[in-house]
């Protein structure tokens, strides 16, 4: 396992980050434990949950694995704010500083801990002014419950914006950003890659396997398995995650993956925890055996050859299928 800055920090995170959003829904909580253990083992040692992963359940599992194998000093612990926590409070959402306070708080409590070392926002909201979401957050850190506070899924010229108030207001900086990234989405390669370079903010990719279409679970001409994200093929991102394009992407996925030898998904793994400017792509394990299949990328080379395999099919800094949330406005995202 390699280690990499978390931007321009001091802090070493692992070249995998392990997603939590599974534990406690979809995973049991005994079989989450137990694939936090095995993480931690291969030398993971940066955990990633959301408070509004099950209304606050992700953040449960999550604390009491590590108060279980007493492994809480040794990790890169983030959790996120900004979704929808109670339907009937419209406080209960956003970047404001009310919810922003609250949240926190509540996230300690869950995951059992004094503090959170990497506190993000789950989103961007255009109607709070980035200045009072700065403020709460430079607060939470100055009274020792944060250590370094991050973004997902902003954009290059609102993260540009974020470091203008931050300086010109002496606020603690956002040193990291969570973008979707993966072979079927390739846009941030265009403005906020370069950006994460020129500034040095981390970038850490959420869905690096296209929400499981880069595993080649799904095929062109046959009907998903079901019980699995599309099962259904509904929604607009599904019809672009399933045109003749993307099953392009995977015939060569799959192709390279049969010449080295190992599975598609660690092919697609592989391919952007490689690529310039990355930090740590996000892997979300429902189980073990994907867990393992995870781990396993990291030894897998991906040469010039093959990348010049994939830029055919999926152009360098264009998408196949739009995994950015279209709107940006108030109270978008939910759970």
Same mark, same amino acid.
């Given at each position: 396992?390699?280690?990499?800055?978390?931007?321009?920090?001091?802090?070493?995170?692992?070249?995998?980050?392990?997603?939590?959003?599974?534990?406690?829904?979809?995973?049991?909580?005994?079989?989450?434990?137990?694939?936090?253990?095995?993480?931690?083992?291969?030398?993971?040692?940066?955990?990633?949950?959301?408070?509004?992963?099950? !209304?606050?359940? *992700? =953040?449960?599992?999550?604390?009491?694995? &590590?108060? +279980?194998?007493?492994? $809480?000093?040794?990790?890169?612990? @983030?959790?996120?704010?900004?979704?929808?926590?109670?339907?009937?409070?419209?406080?209960?959402?956003?970047?404001?500083?009310?919810?922003?306070?609250?949240?926190?708080?509540?996230?300690?409590?869950?995951?059992?801990?004094?503090?959170?070392?990497?506190?993000?926002?789950?989103?961007?909201?255009?109607?709070?002014?980035?200045?009072?979401?700065?403020?709460?957050?430079?607060?939470?850190?100055?009274?020792?419950?944060?250590?370094?506070?991050?973004?997902?899924?902003?954009?290059?010229?609102?993260?540009?914006?974020?470091?203008?108030?931050?300086?010109?207001?002496?606020?603690? !900086?956002?040193? *990291? =950003?969570?973008?979707?990234?993966?072979? &079927?989405? +390739?846009?941030?390669? $265009?403005?906020?890659?370069?950006? @994460?370079?020129?500034?040095?903010?981390?970038?850490?990719?959420?869905?690096?396997?296209?929400?499981?279409?880069?595993?080649?679970?799904?095929?062109?001409?046959?009907?998903?398995?079901?019980?699995?994200?599309?099962?259904?093929?509904?929604?607009?991102?599904?019809?672009?995650?399933?045109?003749?394009?993307?099953?392009?992407?995977?015939?060569?996925?799959?192709?390279?993956?049969?010449?080295?030898?190992?599975?598609?998904?660690?092919?697609?793994?592989?391919?952007?925890?490689?690529?310039?400017?990355?930090?740590?792509?996000?892997?979300?394990?429902?189980?073990?055996?994907?867990?393992?299949?995870?781990?396993?990328?990291?030894?897998?080379?991906?040469?010039?050859?093959?990348?010049?395999?994939?830029?055919?099919?999926?152009?360098?800094?264009?998408?196949?299928?739009?995994?950015?949330?279209?709107?940006?406005?108030?109270?978008?995202?939910?759970?």
């Amino acid at each position: 396992m390699d280690y990499r800055n978390l931007g321009r920090t001091g802090a070493k995170v692992s070249q995998l980050c392990l997603g939590c959003m599974m534990f406690g829904g979809r995973t049991g909580e005994a079989d989450s434990m137990d694939i936090i253990d095995r993480a931690i083992d291969a030398g993971i040692n940066f955990l990633d949950t959301a408070n509004v992963y099950g !209304r606050g359940r *992700s =953040e449960e599992v999550v604390g009491t694995a &590590l108060r +279980r194998n007493r492994k $809480r000093d040794e990790i890169v612990l @983030a959790t996120k704010v900004h979704g929808v926590m109670d339907d009937d409070d419209p406080n209960a959402r956003g970047n404001h500083r009310l919810h922003i306070v609250r949240q926190a708080e509540a996230s300690l409590r869950r995951l059992q801990t004094d503090h959170i070392d990497l506190y993000q926002l789950h989103r961007p909201q255009s109607d709070i002014p980035i200045d009072e979401t700065l403020r709460a957050l430079d607060d939470l850190i100055r009274a020792g419950k944060v250590l370094y506070i991050g973004t997902s899924t902003f954009a290059a010229w609102q993260l540009m914006e974020s470091l203008w108030v931050s300086r010109e207001l002496g606020l603690n !900086r956002f040193v *990291s =950003e969570q973008p979707p990234y993966h072979l &079927l989405d +390739r846009r941030i390669e $265009r403005e906020l890659v370069p950006f @994460a370079q020129a500034y040095g903010t981390a970038i850490i990719p959420w869905s690096p396997l296209a929400g499981g279409f880069l595993t080649g679970k799904y095929r062109r001409d046959a009907q998903p398995p079901s019980g699995t994200r599309y099962s259904t093929r509904s929604g607009p991102r599904a019809e672009q995650t399933f045109s003749s394009e993307a099953f392009d992407v995977l015939d060569v996925v799959e192709a390279l993956a049969a010449d080295k030898g190992v599975t598609a998904s660690q092919i697609a793994l592989a391919w952007v925890a490689h690529q310039p400017g990355i930090t740590s792509p996000i892997i979300g394990p429902r189980n073990m055996e994907q867990l393992e299949d995870n781990l396993t990328a990291l030894s897998v080379e991906i040469t010039a050859d093959d990348r010049e395999r994939l830029d055919s099919v999926s152009p360098p800094g264009q998408s196949i299928a739009q995994y950015y949330e279209a709107d940006f406005g108030p109270h978008q995202f939910r759970w």
